[in-house]
């Protein structure tokens, strides 16, 4: 805009100190306003990222929950066992029988095959160790040898001595009776049968020339059943053993129930023990 001079000619008219105040005040008012939009979105960013992590943590939880939910369906069964008389628990469905004797054994394989002695799953694996199968709750196994008893020391190869050490890789600890060399008695767990559970001492009379001539019937502690000289088994046969009483102490029945087929069969503690399962599992 312009204006008159004293010659009559037009001059601009020049911006005055309150125009230069009123463009700063907007300047400074619009810097203003920016900082206070960055911080706006700063604090935006923040509170996105720290929404993110949320988002993060709550699907972690998400995922967890429905792991547990999953395993809640799918919660793998506890397998209770026995190997040889001792209890064990495993999650694990199949193995071989093989697996079996290594891990809970510790006997070799090369010279040790299992058996099932459960009353409703006999089994024999011999020629099988490598072939899985389904382990199933309660199962009751054997570990058998087929070769001679295992001794420990070279002069343990027959008679009481052998057949101690034999019972010892079966896991059972065995006692020579006082003043009796050739008696030989232990504890044992009947594992099968209508008294399975209950804890009992076995007595076994040891020939000299074991393993080529096997042992007679057992002697049994405490008394099962009355004497009875005739019948048969369980309840017949049965007669007081009074060598056993006099130096172990306590009452003792002897069972008249030699293995049959000793001639023929694999000559080892682990065969007689078999027979001793036999009949408890048949009372």
């Not at 199949?94 to 510790?106: A, L, R, V």
């Not at 042992?215 to 059943?225: A, E, N």
């Amino acid at each position: 805009m312009n204006e008159p001079n004293q010659e009559g000619h037009l001059e601009p008219i020049q911006a005055g100190p309150k125009g230069h105040e009123a463009c700063g005040h907007d300047e400074a008012e619009a810097l203003h306003d920016i900082e206070v939009a960055k911080a706006d979105i700063g604090k935006a960013e923040d509170e996105i990222q720290h929404g993110m992590k949320d988002l993060d943590a709550a699907e972690h939880n998400l995922e967890a929950a429905e792991e547990e939910l999953e395993k809640a369906h799918h919660h793998p069964k506890i397998i209770h066992f026995s190997v040889d008389g001792e209890n064990y628990e495993t999650e694990r469905r199949k193995w071989t029988p093989n697996e079996i004797i290594k891990e809970f054994s510790g006997l070799d394989i090369s010279t040790h095959y299992l058996i099932e002695t459960d009353r409703h799953h006999q089994a024999n694996f011999q020629g099988k160790g490598d072939v899985p199968f389904r382990l199933h709750d309660q199962a009751s196994f054997q570990v058998i040898s087929v070769g001679p008893a295992p001794v420990s020391d070279g002069n343990a190869r027959s008679g009481v001595a052998c057949f101690v050490a034999g019972l010892a890789s079966l896991g059972y600890k065995a006692t020579v009776a006082p003043g009796k060399p050739e008696h030989v008695y232990f504890d044992y767990e009947v594992p099968t049968g209508k008294f399975a559970g209950r804890l009992v001492r076995l007595g076994v009379v040891v020939p000299q020339d074991f393993p080529l001539t096997a042992p007679g019937g057992i002697h049994v502690s405490p008394k099962f059943y009355p004497n009875q000289g005739g019948g048969t088994h369980p309840t017949g046969g049965i007669h007081d053993s009074s060598e056993f009483q006099s130096a172990v102490g306590g009452e003792w029945q002897y069972w008249s129930r030699p293995y049959t087929g000793w001639s023929t069969a694999k000559k080892a503690v682990a065969t007689y023990m078999s027979h001793i399962w036999k009949l408890w599992d048949t009372q």
